[in-house]
Antibody
Framework: EVQLLESGGDLVQPGGSLRLSCAAS????????MNWVRQAPGKGLEWVSS????????YYADSVKGRFTISRDNSKNTAYLQMNSLRAEDTAVYYC????????????WGQGALVTVSS | DIQMTQSPPSLSASIGDRVIITCRAS??????LNWYQQKPGKAPKVLIY???NLQSGVPSRFSASGSGTDFTLTVSSLQPEDSATYYC?????????FGQGTKLEIK
């Protein structure tokens, strides 16, 4: 059974940093791209970042480019999202999502981690 | 960036009704269109991928069609458990944009 478990969500002050982790199990982690998607309170879904299976290619939404860094450790079956220079508008539930075969869709999602940016 | 526009933003329908949600892309995305269902407090769940392929385990009352810029999601006979928000998403290219969502309520 595929499982994705996010951790690291917290309350952080504006300008602060946080690292989210996504621990994966139930599939061959090193062969699938991974993604982060966020959802601000009461709002829709916003894609944040993607990383290729090898970790060699990364993509970011303009809203986080230069502040967030996606990475993965295939030996630990874990993906990460390092978030720096956090702003109030980054407040959201952050989901990690596994890319499906052929890079068409996000076939499995974690339960989400809440990040609150507030003083 | 590719903009995804869903309609309607919300709708209310009765059990057994046929419901259609539409999604339009700002440029051709061929068939790189997915549909997700999200219930309150839960993670999204994929229903349809590649414009018309039913994800394993999803009830057959869900179907979808379209290509290029215009896509539809159809629920053939609405059930109580279908009350949720539905999102389309394009994966033709990054940023992988989502539609703004359609909130489906049961009368």
């Amino acid at each position: 059974e595929v499982q994705l478990l996010e951790s690291g969500g917290d309350l952080v002050q504006p300008g602060g940093s946080l690292r989210l982790s996504c621990a994966a199990s139930g599939f061959t982690f090193s062969t699938y791209a991974m993604n982060w998607v966020r959802q601000a309170p009461g709002k829709g879904l916003e894609w944040v970042s993607s990383i290729s299976a090898s970790g060699g290619t990364t993509y970011y939404a303009d809203s986080v480019k230069g502040r967030f860094t996606i990475s993965r450790d295939n030996s630990k079956n874990t993906a990460y999202l390092q978030m720096n220079s956090l702003r109030a508008e980054d407040t959201a539930v952050y989901y990690c999502a596994k890319h499906g075969p052929g890079l068409v869709h996000f076939d499995y999602w974690g339960q989400g981690a809440l990040v609150t940016v507030s003083s | 960036d590719i903009q995804m526009t869903q309609s309607p933003p919300s709708l209310s329908a009765s059990i057994g009704d046929r419901v259609i949600i539409t999604c339009r892309a700002s440029q051709s995305i061929i068939s790189y269109l997915n549909w997700y269902q999200q219930k309150p407090g839960k993670a999204p769940k994929v229903l349809i991928y590649g414009a018309s392929n039913l994800q394993s385990g999803v009830p057959s009352r869900f179907s979808a069609s379209g290509s290029g810029t215009d896509f539809t999601l159809t629920v053939s006979s609405l059930q109580p458990e279908d009350s949720a928000t539905y999102y389309c998403q394009q994966t033709y290219g990054t940023p992988y944009t989502f539609g703004q969502g359609t909130k489906l309520e049961i009368k």
